[in-house]
T-cell receptor, first 115, second 114 residues
Framework: GDSVTQMEGPVTLSEEAFLTINCTYT??????LFWYVQYPGEGLQLLLK?????DKGSNKGFEATYRKETTSFHLEKGSVQVSDSAVYFC??????????????FGKGTLLTVNP | ETGVTQTPRHLVMGMTNKKSLKCEQH?????MYWYKQSAKKPLELMFV???????ENNSVPSRFSPECPNSSHLFLHLHTLQPEDSALYLC?????????????FGPGTRLTVT
């Protein structure tokens, strides 16, 4: 079945540091890939997405590129802020296994940014 | 502001109580979902509705009973829950079911079973 593996946290950075959160996936067919963010006490918000190979999703300074050859979708940001502190989830939807398109999530990575 | 609202935001209930969680989406979407988020576990899909019809029940115990009266509203009826059911319950919606349809989430209901 489909699966998403993302780096274990927590990740602690200083403000203005470079961020990378690794995400790899296993899926049959041609999945779409997503990054969601969950701020403390809130639900999940879509951060960015990519629907085909070599697509780059971007939003709020975050970027991720759909790499089919390495089955990866790593999240990056050049300069993090304290307000970026949250849990980040990598996820995919594929058309494998029939007509139900399930969103499969990784376990989440807690990011803490210190001033 | 996500366009998906959930009430109540917090709920404490005893194991013999009956309560309901409500979700409403204002996005004109056709598919709605219930997820369970427990500490240290990946999000678990519970139920999926598409055009008011249930299309997925992910082996959820019968003490959780969903209801989808129309494409904008989704309920989760709870009865005789167990302490291990304490979690954040998230509702989501999407335009339809397809590979490129992202899901939009509500803020969740934090449920504590005592």
């Amino acid at each position: 079945g489909d699966s998403v593996t993302q780096m274990e946290g927590p990740v602690t950075l200083s403000e203005e540091a470079f961020l990378t959160i690794n995400c790899t996936y296993t899926a049959t067919g041609y999945p779409s890939l997503f990054w969601y963010v969950q701020y403390p006490g809130e639900g999940l918000q879509l951060l960015l997405k990519a629907t085909k190979a070599d697509d780059k999703g971007s939003n709020k300074g975050f970027e991720a590129t759909y790499r089919k050859e390495t089955t990866s979708f790593h999240l990056e940001k050049g300069s993090v802020q304290v307000s970026d502190s949250a849990v980040y989830f990598c996820a995919l939807i594929s058309n494998s296994g029939g007509s139900n398109y399930k969103l499969t999530f990784g376990k989440g990575t807690l990011l803490t940014v210190n001033p | 502001e996500t366009g998906v609202t959930q009430t109540p935001r917090h709920l404490v209930m005893g194991m013999t109580n009956k309560k309901s969680l409500k979700c409403e989406q204002h996005l004109g979407h056709n598919a709605m979902y219930w997820y369970k988020q427990s500490a240290k576990k990946p999000l678990e899909l519970m139920f999926v509705y598409n055009f008011k019809e249930q299309t997925e029940n992910n082996s959820v115990p019968s003490r959780f009973s969903p209801e989808c009266p129309n494409s904008s509203h989704l309920f989760l009826h709870l009865h005789t829950l167990q302490p291990e059911d304490s979690a954040l319950y998230l509702c989501a919606s999407s335009p339809g079911q397809g590979v490129s349809y992202e899901q939009y989430f509500g803020p969740g209901t934090r449920l504590t079973v005592t």
